[in-house]
Each structure stands twice: as structure tokens, then as C-alpha cells.
């Protein structure tokens, strides 16, 4: 059984880095056709993209949230960290990591994390 | 960027109704493109893969369509379970977008 579960400070101050890690189980984060990603959601709002890994240690990453972010991985403790730095009370959201598994033609994010709820506030 | 529009953002049906969510896109996704299930306190769930392909467990009530720019997914009966938001979500260029999402509420 696939399981991904996310781990980190729930309250945030302003201007804090934030490290999220994702521990994930049933896979391996060597898998050639596997990887994962960050999504966040505020508070009844949208999903939102951060960045992905993947097995080769290729990444990429919001457009809009790049000069913040940071992915990692260490394949041997089978975790996947997130930095974001300058954090704002505008980030504060459920932070969720997904696998990436490649689909028939495509990429897409199966199974999720069950979400961390990071607060940003002084 | 491509902008995903979801429509409508809340559709009011009761339970054995059929349920007819749109995405368009702002520009041709081809026919990848996903949709999620989203219930209140929980994690995305993957129903449709690449606009037609019901990812693995998901009930035949769940269909998707379309290609290029606008995309459909119906749920043909509506169960108590199915109550939820729905999101559609694509992958151009290595950066994934979601839509808004569509809230299936019970009317």
C-alpha cells in the first residue's frame, strides 16, 4: 500500500523558512517512472502546484513561488523536503505531497498525503 | 500559464441525478488532463486520468471527455458519497495548474 504522510511546524512567524518533509511508503523515490510533488491549499480555496522531484533528481517549480522554493530527497530515509522561504500569513494553507505516477500518456498526482495545515502568523 | 475554468462553481442536484462539470482550458492540453474528488477535510482523490481513463477503484458512474481545450466530467447517478468539490488539473511544460474547482452540493 502506497502511503505519503506530511510532517512539520504547524505556526509559522513571518519571514520564517519554512521545512516541510514528506515521508512516503509503498514505493521507492528511486522508481524511474515515479516521483512527487507539493501542493497547497488555503484555506477554502484552490489546489495550488509548488514543485516536483523526481527518481534522477530532476526538478521544476512554481513559476510564481520559484525564487522561494527548494525540493530535495533522501532516497535512503525515502523522504522529499520542501523549503519555502519569507513566509507571509498569505501561505498559510493544508500543505500536501502526492505521488507523481506516470499514467498511459502522462504525469499525475496519485495517491496524496493527508495535508498539513501550516499557519503563518506573529 | 494555461488557466484552467471550471463551470459551474456550484451545482445544486439531489441524490440520482446526473451531475455535468465543465473545464476548459485556456489553451490545447491535448487530452491530458485529470480530475480530482475532494471531500470536506480530506486529501484530493484521482477519478479521471488523461480525460476519459477512471483511475483504479473509481466507480462506472464516473465518466470523463474532451480534448484539446474543453473537457467534461459527468457523473451519471449521484450517490450520498459523491457530495464533494471537483477539480481538474493539467501538466504543460513540467508546470501543473488546477482549476477552482466545482462544488456538488446537495439541493
Known amino acids: 500500500q502506497v502511503t505519503l504522510k506530511e510532517s512539520g511546524p504547524v505556526l509559522v512567524k513571518p519571514t520564517e523558512t519554512l521545512t516541510l518533509t514528506c515521508t512516503v511508503s509503498g514505493f521507492s523515490l528511486s522508481n524511474a517512472r515515479m516521483g512527487v510533488s507539493w501542493i497547497r491549499q488555503p484555506p477554502g480555496k484552490a489546489l495550488e502546484w509548488l514543485a516536483h522531484?523526481?527518481?534522477?533528481?530532476?526538478?521544476s517549480y512554481s513559476t510564481s513561488l520559484k525564487s522561494r522554493l527548494t525540493i530535495s530527497k533522501d532516497t535512503s530515509k525515502s523522504q522529499v523536503v520542501l523549503t519555502m522561504t519569507n513566509m507571509d500569513p498569505v501561505d498559510t494553507a493544508t500543505y500536501y505531497c502526492?505521488?507523481?505516477?506516470?499514467?498511459?500518456?502522462?504525469?499525475?498526482?496519485?495517491?496524496w498525503g493527508q495535508g498539513t495545515l501550516v499557519t503563518v502568523s506573529s | 500559464e494555461i488557466v484552467l475554468t471550471q463551470s459551474p462553481a456550484t451545482l445544486s442536484l439531489s441524490p440520482g441525478e446526473r451531475a455535468t462539470l465543465s473545464c476548459r482550458a485556456s489553451q490545447s492540453v491535448s487530452s491530458y488532463l485529470a480530475w480530482y474528488q475532494q471531500k470536506p477535510g480530506q486529501a484530493p482523490r484521482l477519478l479521471i486520468y488523461?480525460?476519459?481513463n477512471r483511475a483504479t477503484g473509481i466507480p462506472a458512474r464516473f465518466s470523463g471527455s474532451g480534448s484539446g481545450t474543453d473537457f467534461t466530467l459527468t457523473i451519471s447517478s449521484l450517490e450520498p458519497e459523491d457530495f464533494a468539490v471537483y477539480y481538474c488539473?493539467?501538466?504543460?511544460?513540467?508546470?501543473?495548474?488546477f482549476g477552482q474547482g466545482t462544488k456538488v452540493e446537495i439541493k
Open positions: 522531484i523526481f527518481s534522477n533528481d530532476e526538478k
Open positions: 488539473q493539467q501538466r504543460s511544460n513540467w508546470q501543473w495548474t
Open positions: 488523461d480525460a476519459s
Open positions: 502526492a505521488r507523481i505516477q506516470e499514467l498511459s500518456s502522462s504525469w499525475y498526482f496519485d495517491p
